[in-house]
């Protein structure tokens, strides 16, 4: 069977340093050039990457796309729109690729070519405590919403086979958050499938300060919300909270016993973050949905 075409799709926002490191990455897959493109789309960031994507023209079939700032979910569905491949992958800037990992994907995809491929994620920071968080939480969500078969997958290691992808709408653009999860619920509505590949490896180079790990999952919770939200509109029912997985991640941080007090703490920073977003989200929706009744129910007023 001839080997296939990828479109590996990279959104990116003001993070230059990143990006390149990541295109170095994708610069040195051990899988021909010819075989995949790169298409990075710039989401408005406050100077363009030209000179970062020019760089790499004699290394990578590289194409630089630029929107106005859309978010992730609009950028990663504009570049998907100028891919010529037969499979889409995605990754994030702050992500470099082990070098097989093209390679272990094109396996997965031509096994189950309907399928949407997942690949694992680790955290390249060792000595960020915050960005090691954000790896467990990760691989909490992982062990628990993948137990029973697959039905998450992050999308900075993600394949999926372009026409399907299409056809189930893409991203959702209203998302800035969660637009993955969205888009994997989505995906097995439809009855399509899903297949798990821990072989397929890329590194995630996120540097957290305390700050910015509020703020990612502040915006993770209003996230979630909208996910929930938006899939009882297609009539999935309401938002039940999983309590097996509360107590899954309650346990994580005792498992890792030599920075069990560290990762304890961590933990009630992020669901105190998580919880403050997804209800900040709530309170936004409810005062939306108030504002639209009382619109819908004021008499209108005659002009003479």
């Known amino acids: 069977m001839q080997r296939p075409f990828f479109s590996i799709i990279v ?3 003001n993070r230059l340093e990143e990006l390149a490191a990541c295109l170095e990455s994708l610069s040195q897959l051990d899988y021909s050039r010819h075989r995949f493109e790169v298409i990075v789309v710039d989401d408005g960031s406050e100077k ?3 000179e970062v ?8 079939n590289i194409e630089l796309v630029t929107q106005p700032h859309g978010g992730p979910a609009a950028a990663r569905n504009a570049g998907s729109s100028r891919a010529k491949g037969e ?15 093209l390679r272990q994907l094109e396996v997965r995809c031509l096994e189950a070519p309907d399928h949407i491929i997942g690949g694992r994620t680790l955290n390249l920071l060792q000595d960020n405590s915050f960005s090691q968080m954000s790896q467990l939480i990760v691989d ?24 399907s992808f299409h056809r189930v709408g893409g991203f959702d653009a209203r998302f800035s958050t969660a637009e993955d999860r969205d888009l994997c619920d989505r995906w097995l509505g439809r009855g399509y499938r899903m297949t798990y590949a821990p072989e397929a490896v890329v590194y995630h180079a ?3 300060t305390l700050g910015t790990f509020w703020r990612q999952h502040f915006n993770y919770g209003r996230g979630a919300f909208r996910f929930h939200q938006i899939r009882a509109q297609r009539g999935s029912g309401p938002f039940k909270p999983e309590l097996r997985f509360y107590l899954r991640c309650l346990r994580a941080p005792f498992l890792r016993k030599h920075r069990c007090g560290a990762l304890l703490l961590l933990f009630l920073v992020w669901q105190l973050a998580n919880t403050a977003g997804f209800l900040w989200e709530m309170r936004k929706a409810r005062r939306q949905s108030s504002l639209d009744a009382l619109n819908r129910t004021s008499p209108r007023s005659d002009k003479s």
Not at 87 to 101: I, N
Request: hydrophobic share 35%; proline share 9%.
């Open 87 to 101: 499979f889409l992958v995605f990754t994030d800037d702050d992500c470099r690729s082990r070098s097989d990992w």
């Open 206 to 208: 996120h540097l957290l």
């Open 11 to 13: 959104p990116t926002y």
């Open 53 to 60: 994507c020019s760089a790499f023209r004699d290394r990578l």
């Open 48 to 50: 363009p990457p030209t």
């Open 140 to 163: 909490i969500v992982y062990d628990h919403y993948n137990q029973d078969g697959p039905r998450f997958f992050a999308s900075n290691n993600l394949a999926v086979p372009i026409a």
